[in-house]
């Protein structure tokens, strides 16, 4: 396998894949399985195909080509490399004149961050013989797969990128945001070229188009937190509390974007919590279930720390392991906080749960259902 390794590094004295007519300069790593190319049939193909990743084979080993480089022929059989302008890969119009001759020239220079790292591309500008112009915009950009970081879009991103970073992210949550960042600079010198991924752009860019593809599937009536093996007929529910998912008071953070959606909302929370306390008794300590007390069940729980507004999350999942419903502890693991996720479930759910009208008789003989309850 070292020999393959070594033999299949070794440029091949060949003719074009494509024309079958002059010597292979060029190998590109995309075009399988024809991946050789002569000076000019490199430039025919690859004058649009600019993401591709190429090697020059000139020098009697693959040095690899940014697609602003291309390489000529001169006299004497000896090739040089010369630049040339990129074009960024969107959809062009057509102009509806009949006579007309269509005209592509380069724009003002963007940044295109992909899979493979940084590109350094211009936006083109067309223009007829009839006098019309066209110029790019962050319709023709989002249509043709980019996602513009600012309304002016110097910087741009590929779908395919934020896609996969968060599947990444959902697969690998420890993989940090400067691991990635890295591993796109370093694919970018790999290809042969060149520049710097500001990683805090990507952050925030990652941010606005997942928010926009929440509106989206909103509107599309798309349920992320529901499980479809437990639809609609949902058997048991488990819920528990991390009080380690504490935020500080010195950092509370704006209202963000998906309040309610997941994490209930604190006052509706908070109002709930209040009814189930001025409609029960109970004591500080242990809570009574039965015959027996439990301290998860208390009803009152002072705060772990001064500093601290939230305590943690309480969430709840399926017997699948899904999210459902979670909400923020303001107060500790109290028994009105279960009650109030099983609550929600149970209204969202299309088989109704039997709940009995004294909510004192709730607080006292539901608490075996804290962590499972079945439909009727």
Not at 159 to 182: C, H, N, W
Not at 184 to 190: A, D, F, I, M, S
Not at 284 to 290: F, I, Q, V
């Amino acid at each position: 396998m070292v020999n393959q390794i070594l033999l299949s590094e070794r440029p091949k004295e060949a003719t074009c894949h494509h024309c079958r007519a002059k010597v292979a300069v060029v190998m590109c790593q995309e075009c399988l399985p024809r991946p050789l190319y002569c000076a000019a049939c490199d430039v025919a193909r690859h004058d649009s195909m600019v993401l591709h990743n190429r090697s020059s084979m000139v020098e009697g080993f693959y040095r690899p080509l940014p697609p602003t480089a291309l390489i000529r022929e001169e006299e004497g059989g000896k090739f040089s490399y010369h630049e040339k302008e990129c074009f960024l890969p969107v959809n062009l119009p057509c102009c509806d004149c009949s006579t007309g001759q269509m005209a592509i020239s380069a724009g003002k220079q963007v940044i295109l961050i992909g899979m493979n790292g940084r590109y350094n591309l211009s936006l083109p500008t067309v223009t007829c013989s009839c006098g019309k112009a066209w110029d790019v915009g962050i319709s023709d950009l989002v249509e043709s797969g980019y996602w513009p970081a600012t309304v002016y879009f110097e910087t741009l991103y590929a779908v395919d990128l934020f896609i996969t970073y968060e599947d990444l992210k959902v697969t690998a949550p420890g993989m940090s945001r400067q691991a990635f960042v890295g591993m796109l600079e370093q694919r970018t010198k790999l290809f042969g070229r060149s520049g710097k991924i500001c990683g805090d752009t990507m952050q925030k860019s990652f941010l606005e188009w997942s928010y926009a593809k929440f509106e989206v599937e909103r509107l599309s009536q798309v349920h992320q937190f529901q499980c479809p093996a437990c639809t609609p007929s949902m058997l048991a529910v488990a819920v528990d509390g991390n009080r380690k998912l504490y935020r500080f008071k010195s950092q509370p953070g704006p209202n963000g974007f998906f309040e309610g959606v997941f994490l209930a909302k604190d006052a509706e929370v908070t109002s709930f919590v209040d009814y189930i306390h001025g409609a029960t008794q109970h004591n500080p300590g242990k809570g009574r279930c039965g015959a027996g007390e439990w301290v998860a069940a208390r009803e009152s729980s002072t705060k772990s720390a001064s500093k601290v507004d939230e305590e943690g999350v309480m969430v709840a999942v399926c017997r699948h392991g899904i999210l459902l419903k979670g909400l923020n502890m303001f107060r500790g693991e109290i028994f009105a906080y279960p009650l109030y996720l099983q609550k929600q479930l149970a209204m969202c759910s299309s088989s109704a749960l039997m709940w009995y009208a004294n909510i004192g008789h709730i607080c006292r003989g539901l608490w075996s259902s804290v962590l499972s309850y079945r439909t009727c």
